[in-house]
């Protein structure tokens, strides 16, 4: 086996409509370019794209599962940041 | 199924769980996603590492029996469509490897297992397409048959594996049609022509419904499979499936399905039909089908003949790398 293993890029398309760059997956390329080239054949056959985004996997920090509490449980008792959570009289209409 | 006789690790009983493997179970149960970095039982990780790798593989041996045809095919719009169609199993190979490698082997791992022969692929790709027929039959039939297996895994319980199935599966109506697509145009053929698509199905019906895997009385690792939800439908329901969706189809051709005991059965609401040669089945898996060592050999080989390649392209990109950090 090759000791020269391509690395692992992610890559990000941006679909047609205005939206924001998605991640849709990963391959493997020897440089950026290249992962362009690649991404452009693997994710994009079919018009799934207008832009496209890579990163090297190991560039990217993710937040650990063992975190997911500390992170994200101090949003849950904030439930005044959802605007259902007033009630406006009718009378007021539209709000 | 792309993915045969997958050994299954663990199967535990609850009373031997640990309490983090019993929460594990409580997750999938509620229908929860599996992601990569989150804790997950050995077993759970091993045989999926099994499954996913033999779908994957299945998908880049899988391009070699159509490729065959791609330099031979009637038409050139029969040309462009198989070559896109063969470039979508690349494509498939590469999602099913890249969701893998989330599991903590590597692509290169994966690929050194398939050319040594500790991993498999699935029988069906031992098989030889002989004639533009055949191209016919292994869209409509194989892949018909792929889908099958496909539809249900979208739900499975590790989420990078679920959503490369949604990506396949998108992709993997518009082979079965084109393969349907060839079957009409020769079955409304010449009297050879229709000849030749009869010959096809008889040759790759028994096949396709080895894709399925054993008998569910055979089938071992089923169980523990279907609690971890990398595994949906068992065998026998697949095929039971796939037939009764097929019979129209062949009907509609005017072929004949090569099974004489081939009959409708209105109690059980399903067609009765012979089940294929399991020992021609374990025969080819065990390596011994007509094309084993023709597919595996072009695979190694186009592996070992693409190593100056990969080696070259990488070299290029460290020497680029190291031009730009002198640079700033």
Redesign the interface.
């Known amino acids: 086996?090759?000791k020269?293993?391509?690395p692992?890029w992610e890559i990000f398309i941006r679909g047609q409509h205005g939206l924001n760059h998605r991640h849709v997956?990963?391959?493997?390329a020897?440089?950026a370019e290249?992962a362009i080239c690649n991404a452009r054949?693997?994710y994009t056959?079919?018009n799934e794209g207008v832009s496209i985004w890579v990163v090297r996997s190991n560039d990217i920090t993710?937040s650990?599962?063992s975190e997911k509490g500390p992170l994200f449980e101090p949003a849950n008792s904030k439930v005044y940041r959802h605007p259902t959570f007033f009630d406006i009289p009718e009378e007021v209409g539209h709000m | 199924m792309y993915a045969q006789l997958v050994k299954s690790e663990g199967s535990k009983t609850r009373e031997e769980m640990t309490p983090q493997e019993i929460a594990f179970q409580e997750r999938i149960d509620r229908g929860e996603r599996i992601e990569p970095k989150e804790w997950m039982p050995e077993g759970y990780r091993k045989t999926l590492i099994r499954q996913m790798g033999q779908h994957a593989h299945s998908e880049i041996v899988g391009q070699l029996p159509e490729g065959n045809w791609i330099t031979r095919a009637p038409t050139l719009d029969r040309k462009a469509i198989l070559l896109a169609k063969v470039q979508d199993e690349a494509g498939h190979g590469l999602y099913l490897y890249s969701a893998a490698e989330t599991l903590g082997i590597s692509r290169d791992e994966l690929l050194e297992q398939l050319h040594n022969g500790k991993m498999k692929y699935s029988s069906i790709f031992n098989y030889p397409t002989l004639t533009w027929a055949d191209i016919g039959a292994v869209g409509w039939l194989v892949d018909g048959a792929a889908i099958m297996n496909q539809v249900p895994l979208q739900r499975t319980s590790y989420g990078p594996y679920a959503r490369a199935m949604v990506r396949i599966c998108k992709e993997e109506s518009f082979h079965q049609r084109q393969g349907y697509d060839i079957m009409m145009k020769m079955a409304s053929g010449t009297a050879e022509q229709k000849a030749m698509a009869q010959d096809a199905l008889n040759r790759f019906w028994y096949p396709a419904l080895m894709m399925f895997g054993p008998s569910d009385k055979d089938s071992v690792h089923s169980a523990q499979s279907m609690a971890w939800k990398i595994k949906i439908n068992t065998n026998d329901e697949l095929r039971q499936k796939f037939v009764d969706q097929t019979v129209p189809q062949a009907k509609y051709l005017g072929l004949t399905v090569p099974d004489e005991n081939l009959k409708w059965n209105e109690e059980k609401g399903g067609h009765d039909f012979s089940e294929p040669d399991w020992n021609e089945f374990f025969a080819v898996i065990a390596g011994n089908g007509p094309c084993n060592e023709e597919r595996l050999g072009a695979r190694v080989k186009a592996w070992d003949d693409g190593a100056w390649f990969r080696d070259g392209l990488m070299a290029h990109a460290e020497k680029a790398a190291t031009r730009r950090h002198a640079a700033e």
């Open positions: 086996m090759s020269n293993e391509w692992l997956g990963s391959l493997h020897p440089d290249m054949d693997v056959r079919r993710a650990s599962p």
